[in-house]
């Protein structure tokens, strides 16, 4: 009668853990996606300091 009784461990486990480290994705192309928006902002950002510095000579020369 033990032997009926016996319970077995679930198959659905190991499936699960096999699944988990099936999943590797790359980021390579999102990183790269990162870097451009950074340099960008970084661009612009500078280009903003340049004119908030230099403002009052750009609007002598565009009021003339």
Known sequence: MSKKNKRQAPRHVSSITAKAT??????????????????????FFAILIV???????LIALFVK
Do not use: V
């Not at 099936?22 to 661009?43: C, H, M, Q, V, W």
């Not at 004119?51 to 000579?57: G, R, V, Y």
């Open 22 to 43: 099936e999943f590797n994705p790359d980021y390579s192309i999102i990183k790269r996606d990162l870097k451009r928006i950074g340099l960008l902002a970084g661009t």
């Open 51 to 57: 004119l908030a510095i230099f403002q009052n000579q």
